[in-house]
């Protein structure tokens, strides 16, 4: 649906009009035409600002500065209505130190947008049954983050996973750590890519092990296929 325009000048149709000078100033109720000379002569335009108004309101305005004003409100406005994501960031419970830091900065740029981090603990095999070691490894990314997050969902384990979610500290500016110097590491990005994609091959290979190990379903057939 198009956004409705303001009418100009003589594309006003109401009869009278309520006008207001360029300098903020009200200039009373008078008929269009006049109002719209007043602005001509003036090198100015005749802007029906509230045409709901009665009678319409009407300002003596350069159109061409009104409209630049009409569309930085706007933007500024959308700016405002800022979506919040959740961005997943995967851990595994022996996550090394390098590997960690890596995942730190990420968080640290993704919460410094006005953003949540879900990160998510993925136990493979045995693993699940220390789920400690994996609280070890969020409670070791709050630490680096303390001062600038808050926690929404404390850690909770839901099936081989175990998640946190953190939010950024409302008032707080997130500072973006480096890792040498100013400059960011290109290679951060792709080694967090990396990983995450590791991790996904590994919850597909557990699934396979889970499967492989379940016990067959009542009535099914334990004999080989030649047999």
Do not use: W
């Given at each position: 649906?198009?956004?409705?325009?303001?009418?100009?000048?003589?594309?006003i149709?109401?009869?009278?009009?309520r006008?207001?000078?360029?300098?903020?100033?009200q200039?009373g109720?008078?008929?269009?035409?006049i109002?719209?000379?007043?602005?001509?002569?003036k090198g100015?335009?005749?802007?029906?600002?509230?045409?709901?108004?009665?009678?319409p309101?009407c300002?003596?305005?350069?159109?061409?500065?009104?409209?630049y004003?009409?569309?930085?409100k706007?933007?500024?406005?959308?700016?405002?209505?800022?979506?919040?994501?959740?961005?997943?960031?995967k851990?595994?419970?022996?996550?090394?130190?390098?590997?960690?830091?890596?995942?730190?900065?990420?968080?640290q740029?993704?919460?410094?947008?006005?953003?949540?981090?879900k990160?998510?603990?993925i136990?493979?095999?045995?693993?699940?049954?220390?789920?400690e070691?994996?609280?070890?490894?969020?409670?070791?990314?709050?630490?680096?983050?303390?001062?600038?997050?808050v926690?929404?969902?404390?850690?909770?384990?839901?099936?081989?996973?175990?998640?946190?979610?953190?939010?950024?500290?409302?008032g707080?500016?997130?500072?973006?750590?480096?890792?040498?110097?100013?400059?960011?590491?290109?290679k951060?990005?792709?080694?967090?890519?990396?990983?995450?994609?590791?991790e996904?091959?590994?919850?597909?290979?557990d699934?396979?092990?889970?499967?492989?190990?379940?016990?067959?379903?009542?009535?099914?057939?334990?004999?080989?296929?030649?047999?």
């Open positions: 649906m198009p956004e409705p325009t303001h009418r100009v000048n003589k594309a149709q109401a009869k009278e009009v006008v207001i000078g360029e300098d903020g100033k200039l109720v008078m008929p269009t035409h109002a719209v000379r007043i602005a001509e002569e100015l335009d005749l802007v029906e600002v509230n045409p709901k108004g009665d009678p309101v300002k003596i305005i350069d159109h061409g500065r009104f409209k004003e009409e569309a930085r706007k933007r500024s406005a959308k700016k405002k209505q800022s979506v919040i994501v959740v961005k997943e960031i851990l595994r419970p022996k996550t090394d130190v390098h590997d960690l830091d890596v995942k730190v900065r990420a968080i740029r993704f919460l410094s947008d006005g953003n949540k981090a990160l998510v603990i136990f493979r095999g045995r693993e699940i049954v220390h789920p070691t994996g609280k070890a490894v969020l409670l070791k990314v709050l630490s680096e983050l303390v001062n600038y997050v926690v929404e969902q404390m850690p909770m384990m839901e099936g081989r996973r175990m998640t946190m979610l953190i939010a950024p500290k409302p707080v500016t997130i500072p973006l750590r480096r890792k040498k110097g100013d400059k960011e590491d290109p951060d990005a792709a080694a967090l890519d990396a990983a995450d994609e590791d996904d091959e590994d919850e597909v290979e699934e396979v092990e889970a499967e492989a190990s379940a016990p067959p379903a009542q009535g099914e057939s334990l004999a080989s296929p030649g047999g």
